[in-house]
T-cell receptor, first 110, second 115 residues
Framework: QKEVEQDPGPLSVPEGAIVSLNCTYSNSAFQYFMWYRQYSRKGPELLMYTYSSGNKEDGRFTAQVDKSSKYISLFIRDSQPSDSATYLCAVYNYGQNFVFGPGTRLSVLP | GAVVSQHPSWVICKSGTSVKIECRSL??????MFWYRQFPKQSLMLMAT?????????EQGVEKDKFLINHASLTLSTLTVTSAHPEDSSFYIC???????????FGQGTRLTVV
């Protein structure tokens, strides 16, 4: 079993839709969870950073972590064509390297 | 967020030559820097982790004599691809973090093409 699993997509949604992106992970010891957005030919940029369980909101983005089910989610409200990118989840534990999911390609259609 | 600058953003080199990629943290001190490689439509693959002032730790399967990493200061790490071959053509990305339990910030990436 891979440490982090993520549906690669592609996921296509109409503009204005609510997007739900998800990852599952296998190691319950992970404490830190991140979502990155990567546009084509660019390096990833950090979107959300969460420690332990719970929700975190930033503008149109909400990150959720459910440690009991080892499931992390990123919700995008009122999606825009500019949100079209690959979204990568990453997990890590104190002092250890990150483990990335393979990324989900999202297309928001105008 | 903090800024990590990676240079160059793209480079084309001849087979057999060496290429150096720089990764700088502009507004924070990066105790740890990471180097990744990404092939098209694939996720990031960690190549090595470097802590300032010490030797890099390479992931299994990554040739340390081919991918030389230097992290001489808290704001600069370099990756040198030695004797590059076409199969080394890839997108190389660095990231940096200030502390063990802090988030990481990524550079813009370097697209290397070896001809």
């Amino acid at each position: 079993q891979k440490e982090v699993e993520q549906d690669p997509g592609p996921l296509s949604v109409p503009e204005g839709a609510i997007v739900s992106l998800n990852c599952t992970y296998s190691n319950s010891a992970f404490q830190y969870f991140m979502w990155y957005r990567q546009y084509s030919r660019k390096g990833p940029e950090l979107l959300m950073y969460t420690y332990s369980s719970g929700n975190k909101e930033d503008g149109r983005f909400t990150a959720q972590v459910d440690k009991s089910s080892k499931y992390i989610s990123l919700f995008i409200r009122d999606s825009q064509p500019s949100d079209s990118a690959t979204y990568l989840c990453a997990v890590y534990n104190y002092g250890q390297n990150f483990v990335f999911g393979p990324g989900t390609r999202l297309s928001v259609l105008p | 967020g903090a800024v990590v600058s990676q240079h160059p953003s793209w480079v084309i080199c001849k087979s057999g030559t060496s290429v150096k990629i720089e990764c700088r943290s502009l507004d924070f001190q990066a105790t740890t820097m990471f180097w990744y490689r990404q092939f098209p439509k694939q996720s990031l693959m960690l190549m090595a982790t470097s802590n300032e002032g010490s030797k890099a730790t390479y992931e299994q399967g990554v040739e340390k004599d081919k991918f030389l990493i230097n992290h001489a200061s808290l704001t600069l790490s370099t990756l040198t691809v030695t004797s590059a071959h076409p199969e080394d053509s890839s997108f190389y990305i660095c990231s940096a973090r200030a502390g063990i339990n802090t988030e990481a910030f990524f550079g813009q990436g370097t697209r290397l093409t070896v001809v």
